[in-house]
């Protein structure tokens, strides 16, 4: 059984995306929750839904910490806050598996202190999931966890992210890719022709070769491997040029009469391409190789998102993905 | 004066393109070019248009660099090819300024070896022009000369993009920003740390801080300083989510008739938009740092995207951006 924690004091729209998307998360996957936070205002929010009998569970925690906060010194200081307290009710749990929308440094540094890596795990690491042009998903590991890294840890982000990928997506012997700035063997800075070379003699791994950050959104990979400085760039540049670009199509539409009316004609189809690039729709980043499990929900989240990654969670604890890291690196 | 070569051989449209562009530029700037390339292909090309008399002259080259040939070897033993043939033409010529189409390893390898670096200058660099949400445009350097780079390299990348973009685009004092993974001072790799440090302390140039990935399109900075690999993993991510999107835009009007309709009223609109994204219109990218000067235009370069980065070399000599860059290292 998964023991799912929610910080419920973490994000834009908490505690009432957090609260409502905890209680949707139990009628659609029928999963008992922990919510953590401060317990009037958790009370205050569950009281608006038809919650389902003894499924829902509140451990009350009194501070949060902000967006603004210097991760490692709010994660050992501010020890009444939520994640915080999430952290330390979950730690020695292996079942368990934490949901936050809240400040990622906080996250990742307190996952880390308080959680710990999974043994032989150099560097655990965020994967995202971008939305591929063929309907699929690659999952991108690092995305900003570790702004230095060496070839092994990429190695390490392979294994990761294969396990990760074919146990939750389901994805059949997923192939691996390194993001790199030419598609042959020699490009690239000298870490990344190392990892390549480490990348080409795995034999438990499928490796595919390099990967441009041209055809990140629409090559066969199902995992791209980079270090989190250059992930965490590909990330926010797809996010930012999609925004710059919906926006400039806006724009273009709302200039002229002839403009409004394609608009009205396609409002409904421009709406589900916003959906295919909503972080909402897409799910959480999951932070691989800490013991227990980790889901880091955006910043921003809806009720819906937060269903969403509770999904994830479930997911992930289901299938032991923790477990299945330790093994993999036991070998 | 500014003495113009173009490698006639390079790009996926060369002769036709490279010839047609060289003459649209001599009708528009009054330049006279050097066309480097088999003289028989050029003349043939040549004798299509009405060429004002003594302004287009050809100097032979027999072969021809192809994309897919290793950069150094290639330089070093094709001394046939009308890339090296053109260097070699324009070797110890301040006023000298290069366009070519072709490959690019290539070209940065050969300019490097022929025309060499400027004094003082570690690492020469590529810097590409990108469309501002506002209209202007920003230089992201380097984007793809140097993987491996140290923090003084991009210290230098700034003083040369500033140059560059206050001659060349004529922008008063240019803001230059880092590209790092937050905003924040303490953010970043250990390298793009050291650089951040290195650029808060200079005089010499603007520096306006951190900025991320997700606002390079629509920040105030008119100069983006990275090194190579991360420069061009963003410059291809712009390129290649903007590529994704517009065609999922054009596949999502293609799927009903509300949308044909719709596509039919926005044609115009769109084209425009696609415009604004197209390296014909943005230019070429200089490599900036080496001794004379080196324009690099897109492979598929066209006609129309030759002339303008023909523009874009008379701008350069005309500027004495060389002379800028040494006097500015001198100091």
């Known amino acids: 059984m998964t ?19 905890a209680v949707m998360a139990v009628k659609a996957y029928g999963t ?37 906060e210097e991760p490692v010194y709010a994660v050992r200081h501010k020890t009444d806050a939520s ?29 880390l202190f308080k959680l710990g890596r999974v043994k032989g795990i150099k560097r655990p690491a965020l994967g995202a999931p971008l939305p591929r042009m063929d309907g699929g998903r690659v999952l991108l590991i ?37 993001l790199n700035i030419g598609t042959e063997a020699e490009k690239g800075s000298m870490a990344v022709k190392e990892a390549y070379a480490l990348l080409s003699e795995r034999q438990d791994i499928r490796f595919i070769g390099n990967i441009e950050s041209k055809d990140a959104l629409r090559s066969e990979a199902d995992v791209i491997v980079t270090d989190g400085f250059t992930g965490n760039i590909l990330l926010k540049s797809i996010e930012g040029t999609a925004s710059v670009l919906m926006k400039t199509v806006k724009n273009t539409l709302l200039a002229s009469t002839k403009g409004k009316l394609a608009g009205a004609l ?59 890291i330790k093994a993999a690196l036991a070998k």
């Open 83 to 111: 994640l915080v307290v999430a952290l330390e009710a979950m730690k020695g749990d292996d079942n368990a598996v934490l949901v936050s929308a809240g400040s990622t440094g906080a996250l990742l540094t307190g996952a």
């Open 32 to 68: 008992p929750v922990t919510l953590v936070g401060r317990e009037a205002d958790i009370q205050k929010e569950l009281s608006k839904y038809d919650v389902p009998e003894g499924r829902v569970r509140v451990i009350h925690a009194d501070s949060v910490i902000g967006f603004d």
């Open 142 to 178: 690092d995305c900003g966890a570790n702004a230095d890294c060496k070839p092994l840890y990429l190695s390490q982000f392979a294994t990761m992210g294969s396990i990760y990928t074919s146990q939750i997506w389901h994805v059949k012997n997923p192939k691996v890719a390194l």
């Open 266 to 324: 396609i409002k409904n189809d421009l709406s589900g391409l916003k959906k295919t690039f909503s972080s909402d729709e897409i799910g959480g980043t999951p932070f691989l190789g800490v013991k227990g499990g980790v889901i880091k929900a955006h910043g921003s989240s809806s009720a819906y998102a937060i269903k969403n990654a509770i999904g994830q969670a479930v997911a992930y604890g289901e299938a032991n993905i923790t477990a299945r």
């Open 3 to 21: 023991n799912i924690y929610i910080d419920a004091m973490g994000g834009d729209f908490a505690p009432q995306a957090t609260v409502e998307g």
